[in-house]
């Protein structure tokens, strides 16, 4: 997985988001708010949400802050029952130059979240999980923060991205497949329950 690679640059953030999906513009954070070391693992509790649905009236993507991390515990433990991430390991991520967490807000609500993990001198970045707060489910939450996550990698330098989907979850491979990401092998007894998970990955494009 992510190999720990101290960081002392700033990630550089977009300053503007492309206008498509109703994102709206970024705020710098200052200083990374990114990732940390655990296996690899792409974790979605989207599930149904994942189905498109008629996007949210408002809303906005940004990198999560430190005082996002009781939100984030809660919502983990809302949508995970297995493969939680500890308040420690969220409190590594959010200052860890190797990834990056992406949160999505309604009303200043915490409605979403992505852990997005990148490795030095990679050009592959990994999805390595999503979640979507049950109230705000079938809003197109979940896609707005893969495509934000496609734009981050982007800027990093990536070319492609991959990410693990359990087999049983329907709702989140039919997203991916949406949105272009192919399936490339499985792993058996991925998952702390024993399931087995499916690899998909994404070219991204980039310019020389």
């Known amino acids: 997985m992510p190999a720990d690679c101290p960081a002392k640059k700033t990630p550089s953030f977009p300053r503007y988001f492309p206008p498509q999906n109703n994102i709206f513009p970024w705020r710098h954070p200052g200083i990374s708010r990114l990732h940390f070391p655990i296996a690899p693992c792409y974790r979605c509790a989207i599930w149904r949400d ?12 940004q990198p999560a802050q ?3 991390l009781n939100a984030l ?4 433990n809302t949508c995970f ?23 999505s807000r309604i009303d200043n609500a915490l409605a979403g979240a992505l ?13 390595y999980s999503i979640a979507v707060s049950p109230q705000h489910r079938s809003k197109g939450i979940g896609e707005a923060l893969v495509a934000a996550a496609e734009a981050l990698a982007q800027t990093r330098g ?8 359990r087999e049983d979850n329907a709702a989140s491979r039919a997203l991916f497949a949406r949105m272009g990401y192919t399936a490339f092998g499985e792993a058996p007894l991925y998952y702390e329950d024993g399931a ?5 990955q994404k070219a991204l494009p980039h310019t020389e």
């Open 158 to 165: 990536c070319r492609r991205i991959r990410l693990e989907v």
């Open 196 to 200: 087995t998970a499916i690899r998909w």
């Open 66 to 68: 430190p005082g996002d």
């Open 81 to 103: 029952v297995t493969d939680r991430l500890s308040r420690r390991s969220w409190q590594r991520l959010l200052v860890r130059p190797t990834a990056a967490v992406l949160v």
């Open 50 to 61: 994942l189905q498109s649905e008629p996007r949210a009236n408002m809303r906005t993507i």
């Open 73 to 76: 515990l809660a919502l983990e």
């Open 115 to 127: 852990v997005l993990l990148f490795r030095r001198r990679s050009h592959t970045a990994r999805l």
